[in-house]
């Protein structure tokens, strides 16, 4: 069992829609978690992150943590089809002794006019 | 542009040849990443350094694989008697040492092996 799954998807959406992405983990010494987006070829984006369990919002993204499911969720408000890429959840412990994120597989998002 | 870059984008080589990638990270940035990315699969961790000092290795980055970062800036990652199995994206990331939570990654390298 991998320690973070992730719904590989496709999820297609219309244009204006909330879309709702999660992750699950198994690790309970992560500490930080964070929203990558990813467009095809090219390296992962870095959209936010989150230090233990709360909301954290940046414009239309709203990440949400909970730890005690250890469960995780990236809101977007009024997708847009220029939202369309893969969305990969990542994880770290506590950084004075963790170096190296783990990743979820992402899930590939389609938005639709 | 200040952020993370890699050279070359794409590389095809034949079984069995030997391949080198590099990576300059973001300037004030002490700790450099290498992670490797298969289709339908999120980045895996290969290797990081902080400063010149390799610290960690995972148990992916075979006998083949060797990387270097000299004077603590620019990176390399060498790969010796490429394999079919080592076609991937090769991503590297760097961040501070005090925020690896905070990991930028650069646009990777595309490695083909015929």
């Known amino acids: 069992q991998k320690e973070v799954e992730q719904d590989p998807g496709p999820l297609s959406v219309p244009e204006g829609a909330i879309v709702s992405l999660n992750c699950t983990y198994s690790n309970s010494a992560f500490q930080y978690f964070m929203w990558y987006r990813q467009y095809s070829r090219k390296g992962p984006e870095l959209l936010m992150y989150?230090?233990?369990?709360g909301n954290k919002e940046d414009g239309r993204f709203t990440a949400q943590v909970d730890k005690s499911s250890k469960y995780i969720s990236l809101f977007i408000r009024d997708s847009q089809p220029s939202d369309s890429a893969t969305y990969l959840c990542?994880?770290?412990?506590?950084?004075?002794?963790?170096?190296?994120?783990?990743f979820g597989t992402g899930t590939r998002l389609q938005v639709t006019l | 542009d200040t952020g993370v870059s890699q050279d070359p984008r794409h590389k095809i080589t034949k079984r069995g040849q030997n391949v080198t990638f590099r990576c300059d990270p973001i300037s004030e940035h002490n700790r450099l990443y290498w992670y490797r990315q298969t289709l339908g699969q999120g980045p895996e961790f290969l290797t990081y350094?902080?400063?010149?000092?390799?610290?960690?290795k995972s148990r992916l980055l075979s006998d083949r694989f060797s990387a270097e970062r000299p004077k603590g800036s620019f990176s390399t990652l060498e790969i010796q008697r490429t394999e079919q199995g080592d076609s991937a994206m090769y991503l590297c990331a760097s961040s501070l040492r005090e925020k690896a939570y905070e990991q930028y990654f650069g646009p990777g390298t595309r490695l083909t092996v015929t």
């Open positions: 990542a994880m770290i412990g506590d950084t004075g002794t963790a170096s190296k994120l783990t």
């Open positions: 350094f902080q400063n010149e000092a390799q610290l960690e």
């Open positions: 989150t230090y233990s369990s």
